[in-house]
T-cell receptor, first 114, second 112 residues
Framework: DAGITQSPRHKVTETGTPVTLRCHQTENHRYMYWYRQDPGHGLRLIHYSYGVKDTDKGEVSDGYSVSRSKTEDFLLTLESATSSQTSVYFC?????????????FGPGTRLTVL | AQSVTQLDSHVSVSEGTPVLLRCNYSSSYSPSLFWYVQHPNKGLQLLLKYTSAATLVKGINGFEAEFKKSETSFHLTKPSAHMSDAAEYFCVVTPGTYKYIFGTGTRLKVLA
């Protein structure tokens, strides 16, 4: 399995509090992604990174920010959590040397916002 | 623009019978296509990928998929279902680089 870990694995928080999720990889892959998974929607891209300090928005980026200060770490921050952000969050990585790289996924973080 | 449609949100089969999970795609580029499987409370695992080499792609656990450009389809099949195949399956298309488009998933139920 690709070396991807996510922390925490589960979190319960209250509306209005800040939350940071961490993704850590040991594969030295260039691209890193944050997705959220909700029933009936598949996986939707929140943000992605194509290198250290290089990030861009995905299709559902409102209310989320990211940072990547090292190749191996990609942080997702909810500045002020809302109940609509209750979801399962997945981190993924992919290489950049070819144009058909598969993604490798972390185990997910289940976030509940009360 | 790229898109993916998984034609069935739920599929039920009996153990030992064939599995067919359907996926249609739309892409203005020559795409790469993937099938992933997700077991309950787990991350996504790659089953197989199409990358313009052979149109019939074999994956793990006896699954295979055939790329049919004329039908813009990439259906996933398995000759004989096993109880351990019960999971959710995602079809994914990418034109390359960072962009991956996910289908909404097909939940496979295997009946004893």
């Amino acid at each position: 399995d690709a070396g991807i870990t996510q922390s925490p694995r589960h979190k319960v928080t209250e509306t209005g509090t800040p939350v940071t999720l961490r993704c850590h990889q040991t594969e030295n892959h260039r691209y890193m992604y944050w997705y959220r998974q909700d029933p009936g929607h598949g996986l939707r891209l929140i943000h992605y990174s194509y290198g250290v300090k290089d990030t861009d928005k995905g299709e559902v980026s409102d209310g989320y920010s990211v940072s990547r200060s090292k190749t191996e770490d990609f942080l997702l921050t909810l500045e002020s959590a809302t109940s609509s952000q209750t979801s399962v969050y997945f981190c993924a990585i992919s290489g950049a040397s070819t144009d058909y790289n598969e993604q490798f996924f972390g185990p997910g973080t289940r976030l509940t916002v009360l | 623009a790229q898109s993916v449609t998984q034609l069935d949100s739920h599929v039920s089969v009996s153990e030992g019978t064939p599995v067919l999970l359907r996926c249609n795609y739309s892409s203005s580029y020559s795409p790469s296509l993937f099938w992933y499987v997700q077991h309950p409370n787990k991350g996504l695992q790659l089953l197989l990928k199409y990358t313009s080499a052979a149109t019939l792609v074999k994956g793990i656990n006896g699954f295979e998929a055939e790329f049919k450009k004329s039908e813009t389809s990439f259906h996933l099949t398995k000759p004989s279902a096993h109880m351990s195949d019960a999971a959710e399956y995602f079809c994914v298309v990418t034109p390359g680089t960072y962009k991956y488009i996910f289908g909404t998933g097909t939940r496979l139920k295997v009946l004893a």
